[in-house]
């Protein structure tokens, strides 16, 4: 199986709505185009795998600077590898991706979230496997306040 990684393009987005859907969180098709544009710029970037020009994959990151010291962090926002393709490597290349790119502009590290009920799918496991350590439980706690009623489902 040859695998393709690209940037997203709005060419894209339809191939992309299944994907994201996988994660269980619902988007059209005119939202996503209004998110894909906000990773067209010089900090943040999406990157879809592909099997015969056929999207399988996608990673989107965000770079920021942090407020209160010098470094800069990147987080990984969105990654997904369709269920059929999981365990076959697309995921590792994917976040070489999100590394690479981390480390081009400057950052301290690249972190993401990942909810307790993607333990039971393994995600945990394959992001220990890839060096990404568990630090929440130990050193923070994750807290969120909905500003406006949220659409979908609460993530």
Not at 113 to 125: I, Q
Not at 129 to 140: I, L, P
């Amino acid at each position: 199986m040859k695998i393709k990684i690209r940037k997203v393009t709005l060419c894209d987005v339809k191939a992309l709505l299944p994907l994201i859907s996988q994660l269980g969180y619902p988007i059209s098709e005119e939202q996503l185009i209004a998110r894909l544009a906000l990773y067209q710029g010089y900090n943040d970037a999406a990157w879809v795998a592909l099997v015969d020009e056929k999207p399988i994959g996608v990673i989107a990151v965000h770079v920021y600077d942090l407020f209160h010291c010098t470094e800069r962090y990147s987080r990984i926002v969105t990654v997904v590898v369709d269920a059929p393709y999981r365990r076959l490597g697309v995921g590792k290349q994917l976040l070489a991706y999100a590394e690479r790119h981390a480390k081009e502009k400057g950052c301290t590290a690249l972190e993401l979230t990942s909810s307790l009920k993607r333990l039971k799918y393994g995600a945990h496991d394959f992001y220990d496997s890839y060096g990404y350590n568990n630090h929440g439980e130990y050193e923070s706690r994750y807290f969120r306040k909905f500003l406006k009623q949220k659409e979908g489902p609460v993530i």
